[in-house]
């Protein structure tokens, strides 16, 4: 038995009937093609979503990473955190720091690139945007909940046969000035010699009662990689993050990155 004897319409003798067997049949075959279309796509569509969440933030119940300058970044923080692209690097050597309202110019000949923002932790349900976060410091905002920024710079020649620490100390005042509080300790991390400072903030405000600085925690680590690379990590975070500077400063790893042929 051929198609058209399966198909009672268009095999009627009745040429009315059989356009009309047409239109329904070929209405039947469409609909059909577009109820197998939406299912493809639901099965299909979570697998691809996960693929580009992983692209994007890659931090999904397993360790993140970010290249920057020949350096692989890696922690396992948590499914929450998010990632930022590190195309979006700056100039690491003539960033102006803004300390407690004080603009404070940056060390100018150590060359290198710092992203801000690397990876950071939203409020949850919180949206925000990845190329626009809102400053960390900004004592108006309580969406941005912890903040790791990435920075490695070049030691200058003339400074490489300097102890490890002299070279650490040299670079971290030069940047930020000589700490006034917190503690300040020669470590190591990731089995490199490492300057760490750590401070806590209450909530500091100008004579005028105006926010300059939120309660925070906050930790810059400074480590020499190389004879002649630093690279740096400064965190911060806020009291609802339940995280202190330290708890997401010791997840990370630094190594050679294998683009780098390091």
Request: aromatic residues 8%.
């Amino acid at each position: 038995m051929g198609i058209k004897e399966k198909l009672p319409l268009i095999n009627s003798k009745t040429k009315g009937i059989r356009i009309v067997g047409y239109v329904v049949y070929t209405f039947v075959f469409l609909l059909f093609v577009m109820i197998l279309g939406i299912l493809i796509s639901i099965l299909i569509s979570p697998t691809e979503k996960t693929v580009d969440a992983e692209k994007s933030v890659g931090v999904g119940g397993h360790a993140a990473s970010v290249d920057i300058s020949g350096w692989t970044f890696t922690a396992d923080l948590g499914d929450q955190w998010q990632l930022k692209d590190p195309r979006a690097v700056e100039d690491g050597n003539s960033v102006e720091l803004v300390s407690n309202g004080v603009t404070v110019p940056r060390i100018v000949n150590w060359e290198g690139v710092k992203l801000n923002d690397a990876f950071w932790l939203p409020r949850k349900g919180a949206v925000l945007d990845p190329k626009n976060l809102p400053s960390i410091t900004d004592t108006n905002q309580n969406d941005l909940l912890a903040s790791v920024s990435i920075q490695v710079n070049k030691v200058p020649e003339e400074d490489r046969g300097e102890g490890a620490q002299d070279i650490l100390a040299e670079f971290y005042e030069g940047g930020f000035g000589t700490p006034t509080g917190g503690s300040v300790k020669e470590i190591e991390f990731n089995g490199k010699p490492a300057l760490l400072s750590e401070q806590d903030f209450d909530y500091v405000s100008d004579a005028n009662g105006r926010g300059i600085l939120p309660k925070c925690s906050t930790g810059d680590i400074c480590i020499l990689m190389t004879d002649d690379t630093i690279a740096m990590l400064t965190v911060t975070t806020l009291p609802d993050s339940d995280l202190r500077a330290w708890d997401v400063i010791e997840k990370f790893t630094i190594s050679p990155s294998r683009s780098s042929g390091s």
